[in-house]
């Protein structure tokens, strides 16, 4: 016999974790800065530079772009201090991987004084990577013998959802925002916060289409000295050359290596921001594949000896989103004037299984609201709470990470400050599949089966979930005899638990 040998070409994840890491350090005050009196608050954009995977470690460089704001010593009004704190991060991961995502984030940032003249940042980066390995899985597809073997093969039908292959397009966008001009002229960007969202992406000939949105917010600074934020929606497309099938699906994720806001005056005496985005696009090509695997086989003329085996398959899901309300009211000591910043992000979500076996998903969620107070005093107040999800299951397929929704809110209130946050949880399952499937056969042609004592017709009763395939080898006869003798075209003709005819194969 012959084993015709096929190969699913595909790429699966071979790592899939969290990292941690601290970095700090000691920066100086410039000296076209005044002393620093009291920090107000501290806040980072993590932009990733490089990721790679060899021999065995993963490697991410980046930079976290921290804007620390303070009270000047010699004046209350708000300032502004920009530091860039690199990074690289270096873990064990599988050394045939090949790709590397990573998706992280700022989840604390500290700041204190040292002197009125330098500062001690600390700040904790945390997030996602998965590692991709290339893999060449065999099957059996089908198998060639002489028709004197009189060979029953069971063929089973598999779809499989597989990622046929990783890329990566440079992205840049730039954009000339307009400030309102009733305001005057802005001295400066205090702080800023960049989210972008791929909302479609698609294979159109040779080529993929992606579009999305750019979420950006402003807290800037007007030469009265008055503080006010701006938020824009921006949206961005990009046609870019890829060789893919028709067919294929096409999911893509914006990383982002760099955010560049530039204020520039306009003709007017106003101000505008130049805005500019860089990062890359990752491209994530899925194809359902169909697979025929011959599942088993026996002769009914010689004794066969089938090794088999089990095909580990993953099946990609479908991305569900499920949102949680989180809302409370914040409780400051200074009564609130008016709400200036915003700023909420989750950290990476974990399953947790409860005392009553109810599983539920958790992500911890950090915020940081600043507020004028009384006489034009500029504070902030904190909050960490935990978010939870019910879910139905926990499986170690589930892959989840939470957002903060566009639509977060703070107001002042009589009590305090009002601060909504929706909370996002974005999963995705990984269902995998182990499809049996013939490794090898032994068919001896001097080791003919001894039928003589088998009876020419048997009737029996079909047991409760047995299959047409097991009545048959089981036999030694034929699927398409017993059909045959029983009347019916097809399997799905014959209840459980009915009577049977199966005739001896001749």
């Known amino acids: 016999m012959e084993l015709k040998q096929e190969h699913l070409d595909c790429f699966e994840i071979a790592a899939d974790f969290n990292v941690t890491q601290e970095e700090s350090a000691e920066m100086i005050v410039p000296d076209h800065s005044a002393d620093i009196s009291r920090i107000v608050s501290a806040e980072g954009e993590v932009f990733i530079r490089s990721t790679g995977a060899r021999d065995g470690k993963a490697e991410i460089s980046g930079v976290v772009q921290v804007k620390l704001l303070y009270i000047p010593e010699k004046t209350p009004l708000l300032q502004m201090l920009e530091y860039t704190l690199p990074f690289m991060m270096v873990e064990d991961c599988p050394k045939d991987c090949t790709t590397l995502r990573a998706a992280l984030q700022a989840e604390e940032i500290h700041a204190r004084t040292l002197n009125p003249r330098k500062v001690q940042l600390q700040c904790r980066i945390g997030g996602s990577v998965m590692g991709y390995r290339r893999i060449s899985l065999p099957y059996t597809a089908a198998v060639e013998n002489d028709e004197s073997f009189k060979t029953e093969k069971l063929m089973q039908r598999e779809s499989v959802s597989a990622i046929i292959a990783l890329e990566e397009r440079d992205f840049s966008y730039e954009e000339t925002l ?39 917010d402003f807290l800037l600074k007007y030469e009265s000295g008055r503080c006010e934020s701006a938020a824009f929606e ?110 909420a992000a989750c950290s990476p979500v974990s399953a947790y299984r409860g005392a009553g076996g109810e599983a539920e998903l958790r992500t911890l969620l950090r915020l940081r609201v600043l507020y ?73 042609d001097s080791k003919q089966k001894d ?56």
């Open 178 to 216: 307009h400030l309102p001009q009733n305001r005057g002229a802005v001295s400066a960007i205090f702080c800023s916060r960049v989210r972008a969202q791929v909302t479609e992406s698609k294979i159109i000939g040779k080529r993929a289409v992606v579009k999305g949105d750019c979420f950006a």
């Open 234 to 343: 921006l949206p961005f497309s990009q046609i870019t050359e890829l060789d893919a099938p028709q067919e294929a699906a096409l999911q893509t994720v914006l990383q982002l290596s760099a955010a560049e806001p530039r204020l520039i005056s306009d003709e007017d005496g106003g101000s505008e921001i130049k805005f500019s985005l860089f990062g890359k696009l990752q491209m994530t090509i899925t194809e359902r594949k169909e697979l025929h695997v011959l599942s088993d086989l026996y002769s009914t003329v010689y004794e066969t000896e089938v090794e088999r085996q089990e095909l580990p398959l993953h099946d990609l899901g479908e991305k569900q989103l499920r949102r949680q309300i989180w809302q409370d009211t914040l409780e400051v000591g200074l009564a609130p004037e008016r709400v200036l910043w915003v700023y």
């Open 451 to 506: 039928l003589s004592a088998m009876p020419s017709l048997v009737l029996r009763r079909k047991k409760q979930g047995e299959s047409l395939w097991q009545i048959a080898k089981q036999h030694n006869t034929a699927c398409s005899d017993i059909l045959l003798a029983n009347g019916c075209r097809e399997e799905a003709e014959l209840s459980e638990n009915c009577l049977l005819l199966i005739p001896k194969r001749r």
């Open 372 to 444: 004028a107070g009384e006489e034009g005093r500029t504070l902030s107040a904190e909050r960490s709470a935990e978010v939870l999800l019910p879910i139905e299951e926990v499986g170690d397929g589930l892959r989840c990470r939470a957002v903060c929704g566009r639509e977060t809110s703070a107001v002042v209130t009589a009590d305090g400050i009002a601060v909504r946050v929706p909370v996002d949880f974005i999963m995705e399952t990984r269902k995998l599949k182990k499809i049996g499937c013939v490794k090898s056969v032994r068919c001896e």
